[in-house]
């Protein structure tokens, strides 16, 4: 073989040397001060200045050292975040639309989940993330209602989309109103002619669905009527399958459930039993999961806006953190009654 074929790596072909800060400014023909500015997203920039230094960033491939920036402006532009270790859909989607808020907002998220609803793990958890140099933290998820001494906290910003009690007056709760969205579904059944209207309640040891049981409750007594039988599941569609097998069918002719799984699992049992959705018993579930338009029976339910949670749970972060003061304690969005093919007038009109 003739080695002429071979082509040798140059000896003299220098190492791609990594971009500065200062190469930035001379690339832009700016100041290192001002490229700062830039990419710290700071203000009192001319967009006409800060498109040039962008411009530059992108032609050299500019990457900002996070350690060494922290180390000069005492900002991590990092959010810690505890959340349950679940598969279920509402944490799940809270998760990534959190992720994406963050994002949007110029920080970054460090993730630590707890398998156990408690104040010695939430506590645990918290102090892990202030150890990496978090500037706030974000609670979403957890079951129970649980309390937070403010001395956990060392005045570290806390905002929550779980019910957590606490001293601190760093402390800011942001959800959905689920007592309302619950009470929208009862009025939407009612105002359609139902007067018998059961509930399947998820595990009454998370506020999400106490707090929905309570929406039925209320409502129904608002409206002058006997409750309906209350039933309860774990949050799957098995176990709403289980209950719904329970129900007397005389007892009922609609039911308002909990979340959209279990809703899928109870009008499967519906069905076995010979029961037509709606005709017979027209159902409600909750969350507006993907899959709740798709099922045979397209499914009513009480849709939640996980993205605006996530992003007013961020805003209102970034305000603590900022020093400023939360102008309220408790924020509940709205839902939003989606009505499909599940439910229909009572008594229907014969055809």
Do not use: C
Not at 223 to 233: I, T
């Amino acid at each position: 073989m003739d080695d002429s074929a071979v082509e040798a790596t140059p000896k003299d072909v220098s190492k791609q040397v990594v971009p500065r800060l200062a190469d930035v400014a001379v690339h832009a023909g700016v100041s290192p001060k001002t490229v700062s500015r830039v990419v710290n997203n700071e203000a009192n920039v001319r967009p006409q200045v800060r498109a040039q230094v962008l411009r530059s960033v992108a032609a050299l491939g500019y990457r900002p050292n996070a350690a060494a920036r922290a180390l000069v402006t005492q900002r991590t532009n990092q959010i810690g975040l505890v959340a349950t270790a679940s598969s279920l859909y509402g944490p799940t989607a809270g998760l990534f639309s959190l992720e994406q808020a963050a994002w949007k907002a110029g920080y970054g998220l460090t993730l630590t989940t707890v398998r156990e609803a408690s104040e010695a793990h939430l506590e645990e958890a918290i102090h892990y993330l202030m150890v990496r140099g978090v500037e706030g933290v974000i609670v979403s998820g957890v079951a129970g209602v649980l309390h937070l001494e403010a001395t956990a906290l060392t005045d570290m910003p806390l905002v929550s989309t779980s019910p957590i009690t606490t001293e601190s007056a760093k402390h800011v709760l942001v959800d959905t109103d689920q007592v309302a969205g619950t009470r929208a579904a009862v009025r939407h059944l009612y105002d359609a002619g139902h007067r018998r209207i059961a509930h399947l309640a998820g595990p009454l040891d998370w506020d999400s669905a106490a707090r929905r049981r309570e929406g039925w409750l209320q409502e129904v007594k608002d409206l002058d009527l006997s409750p309906g039988p209350l039933l309860e599941g774990d949050w799957s569609p098995k176990s709403g399958y289980e209950a719904a097998l329970t129900l007397d069918r005389t007892s009922a002719t609609a039911i308002v459930v909990a979340n959209d799984h279990m809703a899928m699992g109870a009008i499967r049992a519906f069905s076995e039993q010979g029961m037509r959705i709606p005709d017979d018993m027209s159902v409600v579930g909750f969350d507006d999961v993907p899959e709740a338009a798709y099922q045979m029976v397209p499914l009513t339910t009480v849709r939640q806006n996980f993205s605006a949670v996530a992003e007013r749970s961020v805003r209102e972060l970034i305000h603590l953190i900022e020093g400023r003061t939360a102008e309220e304690a408790s924020i509940h969005l709205p839902t939003e009654l989606i009505v499909r093919d599940s439910t229909a007038p009572y008594p229907r009109n014969p055809s």
